[in-house]
């Protein structure tokens, strides 16, 4: 079925995401899905809006690898999106790497957590995530290109580097010969499947969402970060000192609020 997540994440992309922690060490040595819990339903924590009647859009944190559903809240982004006064009401995710290793990040937060809060009428739904949750966002959109209306990804992880460095030695995704659109993504092809689509909507070729991209000049994913932003709209691309972490993140976080269609549309 066209969009189905890989049944697996590489082990050498989880041990980029994982920057060698003992879980990674874990992983890497056992290879098994049994120590990445993936319950179900996808656990959520929802921050709706005080204000009275339905808000206009809903906002969907996806967590990087190691962090939780209440780290947006813990760091700031929450209660920054909170003080705008938008018309926004807000949900996160605990969608955790077991979920992406089992090939079952998308269907779970389709069902458990996008459908529940679209019942609720949202003009808009924007999906927002640091590292793994900014590589979940665009996973999550290209599958669900009709139901997501714009992307922040923060410092995403983008794929391994034997492809980013193709990519890069091709000029960038304006010079790189993209493989042709796979009808199912598996463990094998969802990296390249990946670019192909984002070189595609960046040029207006297949539909998607509004993608914005934020990241930190020394952070450990850069080069790949910068081959997407080189495809993006000046605008939709934020990036300051900062390495890989929350206090680049919310800083980042708080720039597209101040400059981003998000805002107005979301009045």
């Keep these: 079925m066209a969009g189905r997540p890989p049944r697996a994440l590489h082990l050498p992309a989880v041990r980029v995401l994982a920057w060698s922690t003992p879980a990674a060490l874990a992983i890497a040595l056992l290879g098994c899905t049994r120590w990445l819990p993936a319950p179900e339903p996808m656990r959520s924590v929802r921050w709706p809006r005080q204000a009275a009647g339905p808000a206009r859009c809903l906002v969907v944190f996806l967590p990087g690898l190691g962090d939780a559903a209440e780290d947006f809240e813990r760091n700031g982004l929450v209660g920054d999106l909170q003080r705008t006064g938008l018309s926004v009401d807000i949900v996160a995710a605990n969608a955790t790497i077991g979920y992406y290793a089992r090939g079952s990040f998308v269907p779970r937060l389709a069902a458990d957590v ?7 009428g ?20 290209r599958a669900h290109a009709a139901d997501v209306t714009g992307v922040l990804a923060l410092a995403p992880y983008l ?30 092809n969802y990296q390249r499947e990946l670019w192909r689509w984002l070189q595609a909507v960046s040029r207006g070729q297949e539909p998607g969402p509004d993608l914005y991209l934020g ?22 691309t934020f990036l300051i000192p900062g390495a890989h972490n929350w206090t680049t993140w919310r800083r980042l976080f708080d720039l597209f609020l101040a400059g981003s269609d998000f805002t107005r549309r979301c009045r």
């Excluded at 996008?114 to 609720?120: C, K, L, S, T, Y």
């Excluded at 580097?161 to 463990?187: C, F, K, N, S, Y």
Aim: hydrophobic share 40%; aromatic share 8%.
């Design 114 to 120: 996008v459908a529940p809060a679209r019942a609720r």
């Design 159 to 188: 794929g391994e580097p034997e492809l980013i460095h193709e990519i890069d030695d091709q000029g960038g995704m304006a010079g790189w010969q993209a493989p042709p659109r796979v009808a199912t993504m598996t463990e094998d």
């Design 215 to 236: 990241f930190g000049m020394s952070d450990k994913l850069a080069l790949q970060d910068r081959l997407l932003a080189d495809a993006l709209p000046d605008d939709h």
């Design 122 to 141: 949202y003009a808009e739904v924007w999906l927002i995530g640091n590292s793994l949750g900014g590589l979940g966002t665009v996973y999550y959109a």
